[in-house]
């Protein structure tokens, strides 16, 4: 079976910092996804883990942990276009996608 | 390029009709696509997965016979919501893996369609 935990609500500063947690428990995982979607827009990709260890890209960077089934994504210098929800996902072997519930994340002036 | 395009964006359809909603891959061929449904402030949740020249693979839950996938081609999904009902009424979004992509397990989305049924 699959499950996604994360949180559902974050508020932060722009040009602040924010990390949203996610643990995962998935059968035959295979890496972790993490989406932006804005409403009503389809998720856009921000980054794939499938080894321990951090992956920086730009702002963003992504943790994943597969001992402890954990996960983060790391928003620096925040924008206002920051916000937006951000979906966790878990790949298992069969290439399907687990989405967590997204967090919503809201960037304050 | 792995563009993935639906049509159409947006559908608004009365009760008990039937629509059609398209996924294609436009600059590769895609043997496996995804079909989703994502209802206001949820996740996407996987409905089915569809394959070229196969039955779909349907998820726990949902109907087979009321969404009716094909997968004709390597570039080009259909599912069909037969006898819509507004509880059906949602956000459709389909993906599609790149075989060939480095990253064997990366899915490209769609921008999704708008299905309101009256």
């Known amino acids: 079976g699959q499950n996604i935990d994360q949180p559902t609500e974050m508020t932060a500063t722009e040009g602040a910092i924010v990390q949203i947690n996610c643990t995962y428990q998935?059968?035959?995982?295979?890496?972790l996804f993490w989406y932006q979607q804005h409403a009503g827009e389809a998720p856009t990709f921000l980054s794939y883990?499938?080894?321990?260890g951090l992956e920086e890209k730009g702002r963003f960077s992504s943790f994943l942990s597969r001992s402890k089934g954990y996960s983060y994504l790391l928003l620096k210098e925040l924008q206002m276009k920051d916000s937006a929800s951000y979906l966790c996902?878990?790949?298992?072997?069969?290439?399907?996608?687990?989405f967590g519930a997204g967090t919503t994340v809201t960037v304050r002036a | 390029g792995a563009v993935v395009s639906q049509h159409p964006s947006w559908v608004i359809c009365k009760s008990g009709t039937s629509v059609k909603i398209e996924c294609r891959s436009l600059?590769?061929?895609?043997?496996?696509m995804f079909w989703y449904r994502q209802f206001p402030k949820q996740s996407l949740m996987l409905m089915a997965t569809?394959?070229?020249?196969?039955?779909?693979?349907?998820e726990q839950g949902v109907e087979k016979d009321k969404f009716l996938i094909n997968h004709a081609s390597l570039t080009l999904s259909t599912l069909t919501v037969t006898s819509a009902h507004p509880e059906d009424s949602s956000f459709y979004i389909c993906?599609?893996?790149?075989?060939?992509?480095?990253?064997?397990?990366?899915?490209?989305f769609g921008p999704g369609t708008r299905l309101t049924v009256l």
């Open positions: 993906s599609a893996r790149n075989p060939t992509s480095g990253d064997y397990n990366e899915q490209f």
């Open positions: 998935t059968s035959g995982f295979n890496g």
């Open positions: 883990n499938v080894l321990d």
């Open positions: 996902a878990a790949v298992a072997g069969d290439y399907k996608l687990s």
């Open positions: 600059d590769f061929q895609a043997t496996t």
């Open positions: 569809s394959n070229e020249g196969s039955k779909a693979t349907y």
